[in-house]
């Protein structure tokens, strides 16, 4: 009995301790918890300080916000900060760590989260991020943000998802809001991946200016009672009105908000429209609009909207138009908010992506994202080469010409190696099987398809 009775006490006493935590932890409860990863260990290192003084500038938290800096300084310990009036509270000294290391990220917000609980949380990873672009040949083209100089490390597209997964997991729901202040992360293919992590993702399509997020006006423009949706059209419109002659100067700029719960309806008829464009004769109108529509940073990375519109005034068929209205139906719905100032970002409409104009510089390593696996869009960019590449190389060479095939055997590389492969197999057939060629064109593509095995 005595035995029973002890047992009893000890659950009702940790019972005590976990309700008391509880409501010390509801007690302690603001409204927001913004938790900025900043990693300047590269040359970004002076743009931290300027930017650590903006956080604070107008008191840094208060009775309804924390600010929660982990600060990486070039060839400098990492810091974590408590941001307060005219101060930095070191919260942790880490020591050197490796800021492109995603677990690091994953170990910052996990922590804050626990430490200043709020009723809404916003994720901010500042640093390099980089559109579908190798930042050495060797590794291919990755997608990536949080690029660590002295490690050589950054996190991948495929690692936020990881990330945002295992956090998820520890606050029992979605992040409210997810910021890039970084370069060309407002893409199709990184909304997937993290769109699962975020109920709001805002970023930029285009490369950002050096001064970054406006900080001062976006924590002064914080007020008691504001939803994640007031919050994402702050840091929008704030973003975009100081580079458009305000605290920035004039720059071109993009800034956007993306729903994550909207992006499956968008995904559906984001196929119905890849769907339509492949079951049309459209190659050479799709060659146009590639010459006409939004790039960024890397032309590669057009604008998806402008794309759509383009298609619906150049390709004449119903199929296709009414496939691009249901489109641009869902764009607006996933893309509620988009901001641009400056030059050059005129038919900057909130969300980019993937599309390279020439099959030499399409990336293989494309085929391994969840965006790549999950759509069709990929299917339409092969498609649209084999259209626009093969089929005119073919038709010229049944015509004994070989110029559009030399240009390409010129430019071929590993990027397209299947097109290739697949029109070596083409033109086999049609020289040699089918013997369409005279013997003089026979001998020039023998002599071009026998160097374009090697590339």
Not at 210 to 215: I, K, Q, R, V
Not at 306 to 333: C, G, M, Q, Y
Request: one cysteine or more; hydrophobic letters at 40%.
């Amino acid at each position: 009995m005595k035995r029973m009775i002890a047992k009893l006490m000890l659950v009702f006493a940790l019972v005590f301790v976990l309700c008391t935590e509880t409501e010390a932890a509801k007690r302690n409860q603001k409204e927001w918890t913004f938790m900025i990863f900043m990693n300047a260990d590269n040359n970004l290192d002076q743009s931290a300080v300027k930017d650590l003084k903006e956080m604070r500038a107008k008191g840094g938290s208060n009775e309804f916000m924390n600010i929660v800096v982990m600060v990486d300084r070039e060839k400098g310990p990492a810091v974590t900060y408590y941001l307060e009036d005219g101060k930095m509270e070191i919260v942790t000294k880490h020591g050197e760590v490796d800021m492109g290391d995603y677990k690091v990220y994953t170990n910052f917000v996990k922590s804050a989260i626990k430490k200043y609980p709020a009723k809404h949380y916003c994720s901010i990873i500042w640093n390099h991020g980089t559109g579908w672009k190798a930042i050495k040949a060797a590794q291919g083209m990755v997608r990536g943000i949080s690029y660590d100089d002295q490690s050589g490390n950054h996190i991948t597209t495929a690692q936020l998802g990881f990330s945002l997964k295992d956090i998820k997991q520890a606050l029992g729901r979605k992040l409210d809001l997810l910021c890039f202040d970084a370069c060309l992360m407002q893409m199709a293919e990184v909304a997937y991946t993290v769109k699962e992590g975020a109920d709001l993702i805002v970023g930029s399509e285009e490369t950002e200016p050096g001064d970054g997020y406006p900080y001062k006006e976006i924590f002064s423009g914080m007020k008691k009672g504001m939803t994640p949706n007031d919050v994402a059209k702050l840091i929008t419109k704030a973003y975009t009105d100081s580079y458009d002659d305000g605290s920035a100067g004039y720059h071109a700029s993009t800034q956007s908000i993306v729903v994550s719960s909207a992006y499956e309806n968008f995904k559906d008829a984001l196929n119905g429209y890849a769907k339509s464009l492949m079951s049309s004769d459209s190659g050479k109108q799709i060659t146009k609009i590639l010459s006409e529509v939004q790039v960024f940073g890397y032309p590669e990375n057009i604008d998806l909207k402008h794309f759509v519109v383009l298609s619906k005034s150049k390709i004449k068929n119903p199929t296709v138009k009414n496939a691009a209205d249901k489109l641009l139906s869902a764009l607006e719905r996933l893309v509620p908010m988009a901001g641009r100032s400056g030059y050059g970002v005129n038919f900057a409409y909130g969300l980019a992506i993937y599309f390279p104009k020439e099959s030499n510089k399409f990336s293989r390593e494309y085929f391994h994202l969840p965006f790549a696996k999950g759509t069709m869009w990929p299917s339409l960019i092969l498609d649209y080469y084999k259209k626009s590449v093969i089929a005119p190389i073919m038709e010229e060479v049944a015509q004994n010409r070989v110029t559009k095939l030399k240009e390409y055997v010129a430019k071929a590389n590993e990027n397209n190696r299947d097109l290739s492969l697949e029109l070596i197999a083409k033109l086999n057939f049609l020289c040699f099987s089918e013997q369409k060629c005279d013997e003089k064109t026979q001998k020039r593509v023998k002599a071009l398809l026998a160097e374009l095995k090697n590339k």
